[in-house]
């Protein structure tokens, strides 16, 4: 670690800082840049270090050029001032010599306590630890499946009056629930700069709460997280079977409605079937909008692949999109989410280098064999579908083999024979043999009409939708 100048950086922050006061104004000023301070980096260049990754980037976009201008006017050395937030620095300079903080932002404006819990860590590198940059509304391709919840999460973003409080979202596992609470934040924070948004997953709300009971500091903890206009608490599942956060969720919960503040819950089940989440809370977690996002259809997939394909060219340079055929089997073939789906078209982009545009469909296959691993051919069974669909419609197989011909288990049966014989090599008549002895007809009838609902009714094609992906996934 070089030494510092002979000039003392806490004389030169002062005067920037003073400039900075009157040029950005008291609210800002004193939100950011107050609470900040000037250390020595690792390599000697002086480091305005922020309380939270949030503040770092504001004053990143909104003050560093000018800090840097005014610092260079009065440091002798021209060093170039770096920003970084707290846990950035002391990730940076563990390791080397404790720095002690060698300049408040300046004698009048005393820096105000650092927040027991990181607002936004806005570019935290880790998914957990806070909001990531690149999910923002922009980058998320609405269709079916999360249209609702998209235009849901836009108008809250917006801060519209008289929308339903709390939102809960829930759906499977990376369906883009993390990526809508992510938009929700960044998109909030920029129609309103001076707004206290906090967002953490239901882990971290338990392990800080936690830790406060430890070191007796639950009231700090309340007052940061009530002190909310918005808060985004995602995967709330998490606090299952977990009594005392339950409990402290339920308080911050209702205080935070009752003044008004909003709030967004994201999990993997609807609250109905949190079953782990004692039935007060439940039922507050119920008491607002709860939303679905469902598995995506092919065009959604086909949507999320072509814009994966786009920021990728943009990020790696000008490259030709894949052939028709490969786009297409990318969108049907790959097993798994849309995460799985975007590690596809990473590993295609990545192995296939310039030769993306021409590569052959058997090429695609052999490149992306890793991301096929649950062989696609993988042989189903009547019996597994039939299990699957009972499964999902809440009914026994029995009832798939039975003479009943109610609507709501006449559909489910028609379904499960569509998937039959689209993922089995069974004839018409060895499907009716296999689903209570009916005849060919029925199943071809069956088919028919599965076929003509798949373009009619949007409820079934979500419904087959989620069974097909399941059954590639099983
Ligand atoms: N509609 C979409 N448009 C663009 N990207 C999407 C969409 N849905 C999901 N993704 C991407 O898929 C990945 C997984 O999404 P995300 O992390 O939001 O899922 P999740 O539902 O929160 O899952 P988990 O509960 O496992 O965290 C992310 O990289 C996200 O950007």
């Given at each position: 670690m070089t030494s510092w100048s002979p000039i003392l950086p806490e004389t030169v922050w002062s005067k920037v800082a003073t400039v900075l006061r009157r040029e950005l104004g008291e609210g800002p000023y004193n939100s950011y840049v107050a609470p900040s301070n000037v250390r020595p980096g690792p390599y000697g260049d002086p480091v305005l270090v922020t309380p939270t990754a949030y503040a770092r980037d504001w004053i990143a976009r909104n003050a560093a050029r000018r800090a840097q201008e005014l610092w260079t006017q009065h440091d002798p050395d021209s060093r170039v001032l770096d920003i970084k937030s707290r846990v950035e620095y002391e990730d940076a300079t563990r390791g080397a010599v404790a720095a002690p903080a060698v300049a408040p932002a300046t004698e009048t404006a005393p820096a105000r306590p650092e927040p027991v819990m990181p607002i936004i860590e806005v570019a935290a590198p880790n998914r957990i630890g806070g909001l990531q940059e690149r999910l923002t509304f922009d980058s998320f391709v609405a269709g079916r499946g999360n249209e609702f919840a998209f235009q849901m999460s836009r108008q809250v973003a917006s801060w519209?009056?008289?929308?339903?409080?709390p939102v809960f979202f829930h759906g499977p596992y990376g369906y883009g629930k993390t990526h809508l609470l992510n938009a929700i934040g960044w998109e909030a924070q920029t129609r309103r700069p001076d707004a206290k948004i906090v967002y953490l997953t239901a882990e971290k709300f338990t392990s800080t709460f936690v830790k406060a009971l430890m070191d007796k500091s639950t009231s700090a903890f309340k007052d940061e997280i009530r002190g909310a206009d918005l808060l985004l608490v995602d995967?709330?599942?998490?606090?299952?079977?977990?009594t005392s956060s339950q409990e402290e969720l339920f308080h911050t919960l209702t205080s935070l409605i009752e003044n008004n503040r909003r709030v967004v819950f994201t999990a993997d089940r609807p609250p109905s079937q949190l079953?782990?989440?004692?039935a007060r809370l439940r039922s507050h977690l119920s008491s607002g909008l709860v939303c679905a996002l469902d598995v995506a259809d092919q065009s959604l997939r086909m949507g999320i692949i072509e814009r994966k394909l786009e920021q990728l060219s943009q990020r790696l340079g000008a490259a030709q999109n894949p052939r028709s055929d490969v786009l297409h089997f990318l969108a049907e073939r790959v097993p798994g989410s849309i995460r799985e789906l975007e590690g596809a078209v990473n590993t295609l982009v990545a192995s296939a280098g310039p030769r993306l545009g021409s590569l052959t469909l058997e090429e695609a296959m052999a490149l992306l064999q890793p991301n096929l691993k649950v062989a696609v051919e993988r042989r189903v069974t009547v019996d597994e579908i039939q299990k699957l669909v009972s499964d999902h419609f809440g009914l026994k197989q029995a009832d798939l083999l039975s003479e009943r011909r109610t609507r709501a288990i006449a559909r489910p049966r028609q379904v499960a024979m569509w998937l039959c014989k689209q993922?089995?090599?069974?004839s018409y008549p060895d499907i009716g043999r296999r689903f209570g002895g009916r005849d060919h007809t029925t199943v071809l009838h069956a088919v028919k009409k599965v076929e003509e609902l798949l373009q009619a009714d949007d409820q079934i094609a979500r419904d087959v939708e989620a069974l097909t992906r399941k059954l590639r996934n099983v």
């Amino acid at each position: 670690m070089t030494s510092w100048s002979p000039i003392l950086p806490e004389t030169v922050w002062s005067k920037v800082a003073t400039v900075l006061r009157r040029e950005l104004g008291e609210g800002p000023y004193n939100s950011y840049v107050a609470p900040s301070n000037v250390r020595p980096g690792p390599y000697g260049d002086p480091v305005l270090v922020t309380p939270t990754a949030y503040a770092r980037d504001w004053i990143a976009r909104n003050a560093a050029r000018r800090a840097q201008e005014l610092w260079t006017q009065h440091d002798p050395d021209s060093r170039v001032l770096d920003i970084k937030s707290r846990v950035e620095y002391e990730d940076a300079t563990r390791g080397a010599v404790a720095a002690p903080a060698v300049a408040p932002a300046t004698e009048t404006a005393p820096a105000r306590p650092e927040p027991v819990m990181p607002i936004i860590e806005v570019a935290a590198p880790n998914r957990i630890g806070g909001l990531q940059e690149r999910l923002t509304f922009d980058s998320f391709v609405a269709g079916r499946g999360n249209e609702f919840a998209f235009q849901m999460s836009r108008q809250v973003a917006s801060w519209a009056d008289g929308h339903f409080n709390p939102v809960f979202f829930h759906g499977p596992y990376g369906y883009g629930k993390t990526h809508l609470l992510n938009a929700i934040g960044w998109e909030a924070q920029t129609r309103r700069p001076d707004a206290k948004i906090v967002y953490l997953t239901a882990e971290k709300f338990t392990s800080t709460f936690v830790k406060a009971l430890m070191d007796k500091s639950t009231s700090a903890f309340k007052d940061e997280i009530r002190g909310a206009d918005l808060l985004l608490v995602d995967d709330v599942h998490f606090i299952g079977g977990k009594t005392s956060s339950q409990e402290e969720l339920f308080h911050t919960l209702t205080s935070l409605i009752e003044n008004n503040r909003r709030v967004v819950f994201t999990a993997d089940r609807p609250p109905s079937q949190l079953t782990e989440i004692e039935a007060r809370l439940r039922s507050h977690l119920s008491s607002g909008l709860v939303c679905a996002l469902d598995v995506a259809d092919q065009s959604l997939r086909m949507g999320i692949i072509e814009r994966k394909l786009e920021q990728l060219s943009q990020r790696l340079g000008a490259a030709q999109n894949p052939r028709s055929d490969v786009l297409h089997f990318l969108a049907e073939r790959v097993p798994g989410s849309i995460r799985e789906l975007e590690g596809a078209v990473n590993t295609l982009v990545a192995s296939a280098g310039p030769r993306l545009g021409s590569l052959t469909l058997e090429e695609a296959m052999a490149l992306l064999q890793p991301n096929l691993k649950v062989a696609v051919e993988r042989r189903v069974t009547v019996d597994e579908i039939q299990k699957l669909v009972s499964d999902h419609f809440g009914l026994k197989q029995a009832d798939l083999l039975s003479e009943r011909r109610t609507r709501a288990i006449a559909r489910p049966r028609q379904v499960a024979m569509w998937l039959c014989k689209q993922h089995t090599t069974r004839s018409y008549p060895d499907i009716g043999r296999r689903f209570g002895g009916r005849d060919h007809t029925t199943v071809l009838h069956a088919v028919k009409k599965v076929e003509e609902l798949l373009q009619a009714d949007d409820q079934i094609a979500r419904d087959v939708e989620a069974l097909t992906r399941k059954l590639r996934n099983v």
